[in-house]
Nanobody
């Protein structure tokens, strides 16, 4: 089975920082792509960070220069460091693990962590 256990988040004032962690079990962590999504109330879930096996990352315009994703394969953990947070109110951040099999993708999601940025 696949299990993603997230930690971190909380309440912070605008301009502050938070770090999220996602510990994964099941399978070889180093072989999977990982990422983080954000979902605010009434809005679509949006990708904020992606890190592939091997460590390559994608730049996301909305968080470029403020969010950094990293992974520690020895600890089966992916992190999201969030700096210079904007006062966007509450949102839930979800960890995702993606397994690519041929042309298909299989996604596993964490339960999500609440992040609230106050003005």
């Amino acid at each position: 089975q696949v299990q993603l256990v997230e930690s971190g988040g909380g309440l912070v004032q605008a301009g502050g920082s938070l770090r999220l962690s996602c510990a994964a079990s099941g399978g070889d962590f180093s072989a999977y792509d990982m990422g983080w999504y954000r979902q605010a109330p009434g809005k679509q879930r949006e990708l904020v960070a992606r890190i592939f096996k091997g460590g390559r990352t994608n730049d996301i315009d909305s968080v470029k220069g403020r969010f950094t994703i990293s992974r520690d394969d020895a600890k089966n953990t992916v992190y999201l460091q969030m700096n210079s947070l904007k006062p966007d109110g509450p949102a839930v951040y979800y960890c995702i693990r993606t397994e690519v099999v041929g042309t298909r993708e299989y996604d596993y999601w964490g339960q999500g962590r609440q992040v609230t940025v106050s003005s």
